[in-house]
T-cell receptor
Framework: GENVEQHPSTLSVQEGDSAVIKCTYS??????FPWYKQELGKRPQLIID?????GEKKDQRIAVTLNKTAKHFSLHITETQPEDSAVYFC?????????????FGRGTQLTVWP | KAGVTQTPRYLIKTRGQQVTLSCSPI?????VSWYQQTPGQGLQFLFEYFSETQRNKGNFPGRFSGRQFSNSRSEMNVSTLELGDSALYLC?????????????FGEGSRLTVL
């Protein structure tokens, strides 16, 4: 089955700096890569996703890049704010009828210091 | 629109007992997935139901089972509980319309096995 590795496990940045979280996957058939944010005590929520026919996607301060050849994708957060502090999970899926089955990385605890 | 509702939110069981968790998806969502979240393993896929049929299954022992009713509500059952089953069990629903793959998570059922 799919194996998703996520690094780093913890990340501390100063407010206003950028944060980058990297993930690798093993299944070349995976074609859908979402990122979920989970604040302390809250449910995971989708923040951005990318499909394998796209190399980069941006949404305000958040961007995701995908390198299919190398089987890795990254989350970039610019101009970080304290409210960005949370655990971020990357995930991979084969899509289609398996969209409900996501393989998650183990998460990155991001702390943004004011 | 009401979100995904999970009950109970907290429960304590002893080894050997069984437990049933319930999930009510967002109205109109036909796919319901279950995930186990633990600090060490992150989010691990248990199974997914679509139109009352189990469509995908993760690598969990047969003690973990589930079902989905005609109104899309889902239940999962864990029999012969073990200490290692202590975790947050998250349910997620999705409309899976076209290429939309967003999972909407509930707040989870936190199970403690003593």
């Amino acid at each position: 089955g799919e194996n998703v590795e996520q690094h780093p496990s913890t990340l501390s940045v100063q407010e206003g700096d950028s944060a980058v979280i990297k993930c690798t996957y093993s299944d070349s058939a995976s074609n859908y890569f979402p990122w979920y944010k989970q604040e302390l005590g809250k449910r995971p929520q989708l923040i951005i996703d990318i499909r394998s026919n796209v190399g980069e996607k941006k949404d305000q301060r958040i961007a995701v890049t995908l390198n299919k050849t190398a089987k890795h994708f990254s989350l970039h957060i610019t101009e970080t704010q304290p409210e960005d502090s949370a655990v971020y999970f990357c995930a991979a899926s084969r899509g289609g009828s398996t969209l409900g089955r996501l393989y998650f990385g183990r998460g990155t605890q991001l702390t943004v210091w004011p | 629109k009401a979100g995904v509702t999970q009950t109970p939110r907290y429960l304590i069981k002893t080894r050997g007992q069984q437990v049933t968790l319930s999930c009510s998806p967002i109205s109109g969502h036909r796919s319901v997935s279950w995930y186990q979240q633990t600090p060490g393993q992150g989010l691990q896929f248990l199974f997914e139901y679509f139109s009352e049929t189990q469509r995908n299954k993760g690598n969990f022992p047969g003690r973990f089972s589930g079902r989905q009713f005609s109104n899309s509500r889902s239940e999962m059952n864990v029999s012969t509980l073990e200490l290692g089953d202590s975790a947050l069990y998250l349910c997620a629903s999705s409309r899976l319309k076209g290429d939309t793959g967003e999972l909407f998570f509930g707040e989870g059922s936190r199970l403690t096995v003593l």
